[in-house]
């Protein structure tokens, strides 16, 4: 699962958010907007006002959503059971 984290400095709800994700055993990659401002500016066009902001493969939100990232665990949790099933039937 790809999970992208566009982030600022200095900004307590992506630390928040980075925070949680790694708890929750989350992989992401980081992109800082002040070294981006390109990128900046196609979320801000695409409607996003608040950092961070977060996209998954099937999912995005805009800043520091427990909540969404306990889901997004869950989900991650059910994709790996998932895949080491289907592991193991081909075994």
Same mark, same amino acid.
């Given at each position: ?10 900004c ?9 994700l790694?708890?929750?055993? #989350? ?11 390109? $990128?900046? &500016? =196609?979320? %801000? ?23 969404l #990232? ?11 059971? $998932?895949? &080491? =099933?289907? %592991?193991?039937?081909?075994?």
């Amino acid at each position: 699962m790809t999970v992208t984290v566009f982030t600022k400095p200095r900004c307590p709800q992506c630390e928040a958010t980075k925070r949680q994700l790694t708890k929750q055993g #989350i992989a992401f990659d980081i992109v800082d907007l002040v070294e981006n401002p390109s $990128t900046l &500016e =196609q979320l %801000q066009e695409a409607g996003f006002r608040q950092a961070p902001v977060v996209i998954t493969p099937d999912s995005s939100w805009t800043g520091y959503r427990p909540d969404l #990232i306990k889901q997004l665990a869950q989900q991650n949790a059910a994709a790996e059971v $998932t895949a &080491e =099933q289907a %592991q193991q039937v081909l075994a």
